[in-house]
């Protein structure tokens, strides 16, 4: 017979339930999105730490000028849409991803042009952003 009084029951419980819930909600989100759990779990995992990288750029950013958070969105922005790449691909391939993994048909907002771009867009707006800032005439 067990007699002692034990606190890890309820913690290990609710650990199980918020692990199980969260499993639910990304589900249900790559099923809206027209995801599988793999692929969006890998763009949750990614975003996220784009959004540590941003916590971090402002937590940072007032003892360092280089990292503020009004010097560096282009360059999260940038790292954001490459977060959503794997969902692109799946995207792109439409109903073929179950049947064919590998296949990604070229698209246009797809293509490695668009992707190159807007990555460009985004390089130009952080150097745009840079040269204004640091001119003075």
């Known amino acids: ?13 609710l650990i199980v339930a918020v692990v199980v819930a969260a499993a639910f909600g990304i589900y249900q989100l790559a099923s809206t999105l027209g995801l599988d ?18 916590g971090l750029c402002v937590y940072f950013g007032r003892d360092a000028e280089f990292v503020h958070i009004s010097e560096t969105w282009p360059l999260l922005l940038a790292l954001e849409y490459m977060a959503w790449w794997p969902a692109m691909n799946v995207w792109a391939a439409g109903p073929l991803s179950a049947y064919m993994p590998d296949f990604y048909p070229v698209v246009w907002w797809n293509a490695w042009y668009t992707r190159a771009g807007v990555l460009a867009v985004c390089i130009g707006a952080w150097f745009l952003l840079r040269h204004r800032r640091t001119s003075y005439y």
Do not use: E, H, I, W
Not at 1 to 13: E, I, Y
Not at 42 to 49: E, F, H, I, P, Q
């Open 1 to 13: 017979m067990n007699t002692r009084s034990s606190n890890a029951d309820p913690v290990l419980f």
């Open 37 to 54: 759990f793999k692929t969006m779990l890998g763009v949750l995992l990614l975003s996220a730490t784009v959004v540590a990288l941003a």
